[in-house]
Each structure stands twice: as C-alpha cells, then as structure tokens.
C-alpha cells in the first residue's frame, strides 16, 4: 500500500496514451505550457503595476474633497 513503482507510473501512462491519443495529449501539453507562459508574464506585468500606481498617484486629485470643502 505504499507509492507506486516505475511500472506502475509506466501501466498508467500507457492507459493514458491508448484513451486519449498522442494527439489530443500534444495540443493537452501545448495549452498548458501556454497558460503557464501567461501566468508567469502576468506576474512579472503585477510587480511592475504598483510602480506606476505609486507614480500616479502624487499626480491625482481627491474630487469628493473639494466638493465637500466647496458645499459649506
């Protein structure tokens, strides 16, 4: 009952291959290397955001405060 050997990891990947095709497991490893490509480029776009925030923020005006200050 314990983990499994190399034959056991190669009777399964061998079912796999047989069920899905060698086709379908090529576009299976394509798409998720892609998604992998864009969750790391999101990333790297997400740590260079809070830069330009902090830029644009010295730039901005709080609005509601100068119409609460203009209504007394």
């Known amino acids: 009952m314990g983990s499994f ?3 056991h990891w ?14 379908k497991l ?3 490893g394509r798409d998720l290397g892609g998604g992998i490509r864009g969750f790391k480029e999101g990333l790297k776009e997400g740590q260079d ?4 925030i902090a830029d644009q923020s010295s ?7 100068k119409e609460k200050n203009e209504a007394k």
């Open 5 to 7: 050997s190399i034959w």
């Open 10 to 23: 190669l009777v399964v990947l061998l079912i796999v291959v047989l069920v899905f095709g060698t086709g």
């Open 26 to 28: 090529k576009n299976l």
């Open 49 to 52: 955001e809070p830069q330009k």
């Open 59 to 65: 730039a901005t005006v709080d609005v509601t405060a």
